[in-house]
């Protein structure tokens, strides 16, 4: 059985764990083994079982080679627990597992997750705010966009210039935005980003969505300093001086100006486990309960590096405020500990850096309900963080541009034509999708020149306008658009059908009306002697 990639979406966590159940149970050699003076058929040794299932975890793409040993003996534990081995007398559902030469066998059959069914949701949900009819203090979420229906109507009132005329129009002053309204265009558009990078139907698969403050957004994507760092607006939630001091010590060891440093071995060791305990101690993880299965579903995207940037970057924004700058600050403390060759080793038996990793990955990352592959997804996430923090620790400028843009459009005064329905508001500007050359060619014909020809039509059967008007229309017409009436008139004569030609009847001609034909002149001579 080939492993295969599992792609966000959601139970993603209960995919993987039957996903890697059926490997093990396809990969694991069995034989022949014999305890006290008995043999037992088709087992192993628990020591085969942590190789196997190790190197397997480190070859599947979903966790990579960053798994280590004590956390794959800590998988088969739970396999143990969950009746997906057994030992050889058929005991299980404690977490007894050693990395020993104690023998195990599968059950007849391994207990595979069921999926939870799927919440119906329709393949849009996230929808953007009607501004003209909101009250202030009101709920924005859910109310539809009107679109505007473009008819051969609509269009001559707007483009009536090229033919000669201008119709009546007014200025239409939109209602001022307040903060809250701002504040949910945010959520609106951040989440509708978010659900086109996961490729989901439904955010609701993988995120509560009325569980999003839009106060939240709108403070992680502004208040900012000059490094990036969100600056809190309640200083009561800062992290204790004291713990900012060790951070800032470990960062920048052994350069840490502002700090008198014990000169005994062993100080940098007291400070990491200072740090390590503060935050072991909080009762939710940095990116909170709520956001577990949208982070776990994020990590199907780790193949294709720019959108699982790109995801995390909005995910991350989602935050509490105070989360989120204690993330920053604690993920780029683990980078720059994880690459300073100067700090002495913080280990005698584990790198620098996958002691990082194990250390803070399930107070960055864990679920409410504790679940089988918590910490391999947690160190999976967190290897991803420290690799590329910088990036996803930052505000999404094209998204934040998107928004800008969107919130002036609103504010922007519109111009209405006389019976043209421009009160409509348009729907959210989104990101371009790429097409084709030939499609490109195909929306451009039929979006423009279609309205072009109705309205060509409505001016050559309109029979209240003059012959002279109509001329004068149809010449203005072939100026501006001559291959919309090359196509209504190929050639002379069929434009000539609109004008026929009246018979004019001769007048008779009358016999006294005739004169002589002209006689040239003669001289003749004078009589003047």
């Known amino acids: 059985m080939e492993p295969r990639l599992v792609g966000p979406g959601p139970y993603r966590a209960t995919r993987l764990w039957n996903e890697i159940i059926e490997l093990f149970r396809a990969g694991m050699p069995l034989r022949k083994h014999r305890c006290r003076f008995k043999s037992y058929?088709?087992?192993?040794?628990?020591?085969?079982?942590?190789?196997?299932?190790?190197?397997?975890?480190?070859?599947?793409?979903?966790?990579g080679p960053e798994v280590t040993r004590n956390q794959t003996v800590k998988l088969l534990k739970k396999f143990l627990k969950n009746h997906v081995i057994e030992d050889?007398?058929?005991?299980?559902?404690?977490?007894?597992?050693?990395?020993?030469?104690?023998?195990?066998?599968?059950?007849?059959?391994?207990?595979?997750?069921?999926?939870?069914?799927?919440?119906?949701?329709?393949?849009?949900?996230?929808?953007?705010?009607?501004?003209?009819?909101?009250?202030?203090?009101?709920?924005?979420?859910?109310?539809?966009?009107?679109?505007?229906?473009?008819?051969?109507?609509?269009?001559?009132?707007?483009?009536?210039?090229?033919?000669?005329?201008?119709?009546?129009?007014?200025?239409?002053?939109?209602r001022e935005l307040t903060q809250a309204n701002i504040e949910e265009i945010w959520k609106s558009m951040t989440l509708s980003r978010l659900q086109k990078v996961l490729g989901l139907d439904c955010l609701d698969e993988v995120l509560d969505t009325?569980?999003?403050?839009?106060?939240?957004?709108?403070?992680?994507?502004?208040?900012?300093?000059?490094?990036?760092?969100?600056?809190?607006?309640?200083?009561?939630?800062?992290?204790?001086?004291?713990?900012?001091?060790?951070?800032?010590?470990?960062?920048?060891?052994?350069?840490?100006?502002?700090?008198?440093?014990?000169?005994?071995?062993?100080?940098?060791?007291?400070?990491?486990?200072?740090?390590?305990?503060?935050?072991?101690?909080?009762?939710?993880?940095?990116?909170t309960f709520h956001f577990f299965d949208v982070f776990v579903s994020?990590?199907?995207?780790?193949?294709?590096?720019?959108?699982?940037?790109?995801?995390?970057?909005?995910?991350?924004?989602?935050?509490?405020?105070?989360?989120?700058?204690?993330?920053?600050?604690?993920?780029?403390m683990m980078a720059r500990v994880s690459f300073n060759k100067d700090l002495p080793p913080l280990s005698e038996s584990v790198r620098t850096r996958t002691l990082m990793v194990q250390a803070f990955s399930r107070c960055i990352l864990c679920s409410k309900d504790e679940m089988d592959l918590d910490e391999l997804l947690a160190a999976k996430l967190v290897s991803f963080l420290m690799?590329?923090?910088?990036?996803?620790?930052?505000?999404?400028?094209?998204?934040?541009?998107?928004?800008?843009?969107?919130?002036?459009?609103?504010?922007?005064?519109?111009?209405?034509?006389?019976?043209?329905?421009?009160?409509?508001?348009?729907?959210?500007?989104?990101?371009?999708?790429?097409?084709?050359?030939?499609?490109?060619?195909?929306q451009r014909a039929t979006g423009s020149q279609e309205p072009l020809a109705a309205l060509l039509e409505e001016i050559a059967t309109n029979k209240e306008i003059s012959v002279k008007d109509k001329k004068k229309k149809l010449k203005q017409f072939q100026k501006s658009y001559p291959e919309v009436y090359r196509v209504r008139f190929p050639t002379p004569e069929t434009e000539a059908v609109l004008f026929p030609e009246k018979t004019k009847q001769k007048s008779p001609i009358l016999m006294w009306a005739l004169k002589k034909p002209f006689q040239p002149f003669h001289r003749t001579r004078s009589f003047r002697m």
């Open 88 to 174: 050889i007398k058929g005991r299980w559902g404690k977490e007894d597992f050693q990395d020993d030469g104690h023998l195990y066998r599968f059950p007849p059959s391994s207990p595979l997750k069921p999926y939870p069914k799927k919440p119906s949701c329709g393949k849009e949900v996230i929808k953007f705010p009607d501004w003209n009819e909101l009250e202030a203090g009101t709920s924005q979420e859910h109310i539809p966009v009107k679109s505007v229906t473009m008819n051969s109507e609509l269009w001559y009132k707007r483009h009536s210039i090229a033919i000669g005329e201008v119709p009546a129009c007014k200025l239409v002053f939109r």
């Open 41 to 63: 058929e088709r087992c192993f040794k628990a020591s085969e079982a942590v190789d196997c299932l190790h190197e397997l975890l480190g070859s599947n793409q979903n966790f």
């Open 210 to 287: 009325k569980l999003v403050n839009s106060k939240h957004i709108v403070q992680n994507a502004y208040n900012v300093n000059k490094q990036g760092i969100v600056t809190l607006e309640d200083k009561s939630k800062e992290l204790p001086h004291w713990i900012l001091s060790a951070m800032k010590c470990l960062a920048n060891w052994p350069s840490c100006s502002d700090l008198k440093q014990p000169a005994y071995s062993g100080f940098e060791r007291d400070v990491f486990k200072t740090i390590v305990d503060y935050f072991g101690q909080m009762k939710e993880p940095l990116l």
């Open 387 to 442: 690799d590329n923090y910088q990036e996803i620790l930052s505000v999404p400028s094209a998204l934040k541009s998107s928004i800008e843009e969107h919130v002036v459009h609103l504010q922007r005064v519109q111009i209405k034509y006389a019976g043209a329905d421009t009160d409509a508001t348009f729907p959210a500007p989104s990101f371009c999708h790429q097409v084709s050359t030939d499609e490109f060619e195909y």
């Open 298 to 332: 994020v990590l199907g995207l780790l193949q294709k590096h720019s959108k699982a940037v790109e995801a995390l970057q909005i995910t991350c924004l989602l935050l509490p405020p105070e989360n989120r700058k204690r993330l920053q600050l604690l993920v780029r």
